[in-house]
Structure formats: C-alpha cells, structure tokens
C-alpha cells in the first residue's frame, strides 16, 4: 500500500457507495448498468466505508480464426498496464469513471481485407534496396531482369510450336557453294530459289531492273543472295548468304561462300557447316586457268576436304558462253583437270565426285534438263536431280550434344545462339553448358532457320537456341553448346596429326615455334607449334618415318604438340570428327590441314619435351 494514501483524510459520501465499475470498457455481460449518479451531496453524518464489490470475470473468448490471427498480428502492441489506484481511492475513481464526462467505451475496428495486407509503396522500396545490397546489383538492373523474365516467358509461352516439322522425316542438308570468284555462285543459287518456289517472279523482276540501273544486266539472280549494297555494287560475296529450299525428297539449307581470297576465312565458317559443296567452275576461256592455276579453285576443294564435306559436286558453269557453247571437249577437258587435282586430296571419284554442265543463268540442267539442241551429249541427272539421289549420311542423333556457335542475337528478350546440331539431339527444356566459359543456362526455345518453332533438333539441324539467364555479351562465335552431364573438353595444347602443304616461299620450313592461326570448327585462334614429335611416312602414316625432327618442308606429314593463345573447344577426331579437324593458315594461306590425335596437359607437354 502507498504510505501516503494511508495518512489521506476525506469524507465519506452517498458516490462512495456506488458499484465499481472498471475504467476501460462497459460492464460486464449480463449487468445492466446503473442510472447516472446524482451530484455529489455532502452529508453531515458520515457513513461507513463500503468496499466496492470486484468485478467478475470475463467469459473465455472464443479460439481466434487465422484471420483474425492476421488482424491482431497488424494492430500496434498495447500499451503497458496502469497501476491499480489504492483500496481507498477506488470509490472516488469509480464514481469519476461513471460521470457523464467520463470517456465513452471504444467503438470495436472494422474487420481487415486482404488489401490492408498489402505492403505499402515505402516497404516495398525497402525491400528491394535491400535485395539488391545483398546480390551486389543497382535497383534499376533489378527491376529490368524481373520485367525481363516476365516478357520472356509471355513472349515464349505464346510461341506455337510446327507439327509439320516435327513429324517431317526429309533429310536436311547443308550445301556450300564454293568456286573462284565470279565463277557464278551467287547466281546459280539465286536460280535455285526462283525455280523451286521461294522467290516470285515479281521480285525477280524487281532486281532485273535494279542490276539495269546498276550496269549489271546479268547480276539480278546474284542480287537474291547478296543483299547488302557493298556486294552487290562490286559483285563480290562479302559474308555468307544462307537460304533454304526443298524438294519431294529433302530439305536443302543453301550456303552462299564468298569466292574472294581476301574472304577465305568466311568461306572456312560457312564450309565448317557443309555436307555437302558445290565446286561452280567457269568454263569461259580463261576463266578456268584464272581459278584453277592461280585462283581459289584448289583451295575450296581442299577446305571442305578438310571440313569433313562426303560429296563434291563439281558444277561445270556458263556453258551457254559464246567461247564455250556447250562444246563436250571443253568439258572433258575441265573434268580431266580436276580429277588429277581431287585424287590427290583424297577424294574417292567414283563414289563422292559427281560433274554436271549448267548455264546459271538460264537455269539449264539446275531443276530441268538442257535441251537436245544444246547438249545432246549429256544424259546424266540435274544439281536437284543428283542432290536427291546422294545417299543420306550417317548421323549420330545418340552421341552427346554438340552445337558450336556461329552467330547470337536477341529475340523474344532472351539471348539467342545459332549454330548447327554436329552430335546428340536437343529438346526444348534441357539443361545446357557453354564452353570454354561454362556458362550453365536453359534452353528455352527451339526454331529453325526460317523461324518455325520446334520442340527438339536432331543432329544435322541448323536451330536459334533461346538461352536462359545468358548476356549476349557472354557468348562469342566458336563456343560450343554441350550437354550439362558431358561437356566438351576445352584445350589450350594437343597432339594432332599435320599434313603440310605448301609453304610461304619467305617461311619454307615448317619448325617448332612456326606461328598460324587455327581453324576449328567455328572457332578461330592463334597458335603455335611446341613440338614435332614425329615425321610419317604418306603412304603408311601408321609408320613414323622420323623421330622428332628439326623441321619439315612442304609435302611432309607429321605429328606435333600444338598450343593455342586462349582455351578451344576440341574433341578427338576419333570422338567427334567436327570438332576434331582443323585447318592452320598464315598471312592469308592455308599450309596445313589436320586432326586431333590427344589432348594434352602441362605436363605431358613437359614430358614431351624431355624425350
């Protein structure tokens, strides 16, 4: 008890006795209330001191619901309890409670919604700063990639996917067009689309009179594959074009190589993709020996070799040239001269080398045979025709996916890789790595060239591949695509399997150190020669000839430790062949073609160089 209540002296009064009736709240249930008290009387007799009974005890509440759970979660917290006044205090303090000016009860909350749940603008901006404190990213990049994903996923779950491709059981081949420049390349494979349906003759028209006004009447099938304005002023092919066809029989994607020295290296890329090349061969008067003696005609022949392309047809074009007209010696002779050249870089004429004559222009012997008038003497099949009748090629749908990249982009908000199916399949879903960087990611999305939607690519298919959680600035051309469980091993140093060819007359022995620059696949880096573990013998290359030289010259086929400036994706020749050929150029020129044999490590280099 408070000392200084108990020495507090008053008189008793008529409110004293008065019920007591708590501070906070009504009465309890069940007690009516009692009348406004009258004002306060003093009275001169005083009366004994009556104790205000205790209030009872409030009935149970009920079990809370979770929404109500929620409601009281939200309401601020109580505020501490007020001491109890004295014993005797209490009936002046429930005799003030009572007045009429005494604070009304208050009135109970309305019920919550699921709105007043809601987070405010405030917390919500809390939320993400810390959010992008903890992941190390701005406030804006984070709110662009939730927006990104968002778009991404709406964009694609709108795409529909192409039964008809799906269920089509066409092969589908890759065919280079390769030759010397202005051999006609351009020009047979614009052909090609007008007379299988894929230009009309409207927009042929169109370019007629454009190549009219350009003085180059005889360009305006070329002008369908070039399109940008630097080819088709100077009537070279710069950058690949690429188209697609079919017949009743496959589907055809057209690779349009430039036939420029200067652009050997696109030719290379758009080669890496082949299966199979056709080598245009002019047959004006000294169109041929331009190409053949001192041109890129031998070249062409011996990359794709190298490439891996099976079939070569050999397209004997412009044979409707008044130097020519249609004359068979001029043709025997052209197929004598090739065949001498082709057996030597190992092609097998009988089965893997085909020769038709075709005027490009006019479109003779491509999709309809020539007339009898202009060569009676040719029986044989058209470049559809004989297109048709190759055997499919062996593909390897079970082996472990491989997609070496040939270009990226944007689309759909996602980034999108292009490249061909070299091994295993790929479905829409499956979990991927990007090599040498190891990037894991998604394959969101599947089409094909012409931009049709599927949902799994066999090997041999060029797809787009819309990737997951990957910047376009990660990815660069010659990084290949592999399953997460096997990817493909990335390499600075291996032991490969060189066939020399002719040399730079200013650099004419081939040693260690000798500097090139590699092409695998769709990748393209510098290298140098660390070792020449062997010299073998070309007729046997299973018997070593030599044990480690000092050098070799043109001609020579050896076994040696190469080293690249920057990690590439390599496979053994034995493994994958695609990723496992290569070609080394230096200033311009190829002088060495080759395979991978085994893949190296620090130390085996080092042991190597101990022997």
Request: include cysteine.
């Amino acid at each position: 008890m408070n000392p200084n209540a108990a020495e507090f002296k008053f008189t008793p009064s008529a409110a004293s006795a008065a019920p007591f009736v708590p501070r906070f709240g009504g009465p309890p249930p069940g007690i009516v209330p009692a009348a406004a008290p009258a004002p306060v009387v003093a009275v001169p007799a005083p009366a004994p001191v009556v104790q205000a009974p205790p209030p009872p005890q409030p009935e149970p509440e009920p079990e809370a619901s979770w929404e109500e759970t929620a409601d009281k979660s939200e309401e601020p917290a109580a505020e501490p309890a007020k001491p109890e006044p004295a014993p005797e205090l209490a009936p002046r303090v429930a005799a003030v409670a009572a007045s009429p000016a005494a604070s009304p009860a208050p009135s109970p909350s309305p019920k919550k919604t699921a709105d007043d749940f809601k987070p405010t603008d405030e917390e919500v901006r809390k939320e993400i700063k810390r959010i992008a404190a903890e992941s190390g990213v701005s406030e804006a990049d984070l709110l662009k990639d939730d927006a990104d994903v968002d778009s991404i996923s709406d964009a694609i779950a709108d795409v529909k996917i192409d039964e008809a491709v799906a269920d089509d059981t066409r092969e589908h081949l890759h065919v280079v067009f390769i030759g010397h420049v202005d051999a006609g390349k351009s020009t047979i494979s614009g052909n090609i689309l007008f007379l299988t349906g894929q230009v009309d003759a409207r927009t042929v028209q169109k370019y007629e009179q454009l190549a009219k006004e350009n003085n180059r009447e005889s360009w305006f099938f070329a002008y369908i594959m070039d399109t940008n304005e630097e080819e088709r002023a100077k009537g070279k092919t710069v950058e690949v074009g690429r188209a697609h066809f079919e017949t009743t029989e496959k589907r055809y994607t057209i690779l349009d190589a430039p036939g420029h020295k200067n652009y050997v290296p696109n030719m290379i890329g758009g080669a890496s993709q082949a299966d199979v090349a056709v080598l245009v061969i002019s047959a004006r008067k000294g169109e041929f020996d331009a190409g053949f003696r001192g041109g890129q005609t031998k070249e062409h022949a011996m990359l794709v070799k190298t490439l891996g392309v099976k079939y070569l047809i050999c397209v004997i074009n412009k044979m409707d040239d008044p130097t020519v007209g249609w004359s068979q010696e001029r043709y025997d002779e052209i197929v004598r001269e090739m065949n001498n050249f082709l057996r030597t870089i190992g092609f097998n004429l009988k089965a893997d080398v085909y020769y038709i004559p075709v005027s490009g222009l006019k479109g003779s012997n491509i999709k309809d045979h020539s007339t009898k008038e202009e060569a009676p003497w040719y029986t044989g099949p058209t470049l559809l025709g004989q297109l048709d009748l190759l055997k499919p090629l062996d593909r390897n749908a079970a082996a472990s996916l491989r997609i070496p990249v040939i270009d990226k982009g944007k689309d759909r908000g996602a980034t999108q890789v292009m490249g061909k199916v070299e091994a295993g399949t790929l479905r829409v879903g499956d979990k991927l790595i990007i090599v040498p960087n190891n990037i894991k990611t998604e394959c969101l999305g599947l089409f094909m060239d012409e931009g049709r939607a599927i949902k799994t690519a066999r090997s041999g298919e060029s797809v787009k591949v819309l990737l997951k959680g990957v910047e376009e600035e990660q990815i660069h051309t010659g990084f290949v695509i592999c399953n997460l469980s096997n990817p493909v091993p990335c390499q600075t140093r291996f032991e490969a399997m060189l066939n020399i060819l002719e040399l730079l007359p200013h650099k004419p022995i081939f040693t260690p150190g000798y500097t090139a620059v590699i092409h695998i696949h769709t990748a393209v880096e510098e290298c140098s020669i660390l070792v020449l573990v062997s010299q073998l013998d070309k007729k046997n290359p299973s018997v070593v000839a030599k044990k480690r030289p000092t050098f070799v010259t043109g001609g020579a086929l050896v076994r040696a430790i190469i080293e690249c400036a920057q990690p590439v994706a390599v496979e053994l020749f034995a493994d994958c062949a695609q990723l496992g050929r290569f070609t080394l150029r230096d200033e311009g020129k190829t002088i060495a073609v080759g395979k991978v044999m085994t893949l190296q490590s620090k130390k085996s280099k080092e042991a190597a160089g101990k022997q």
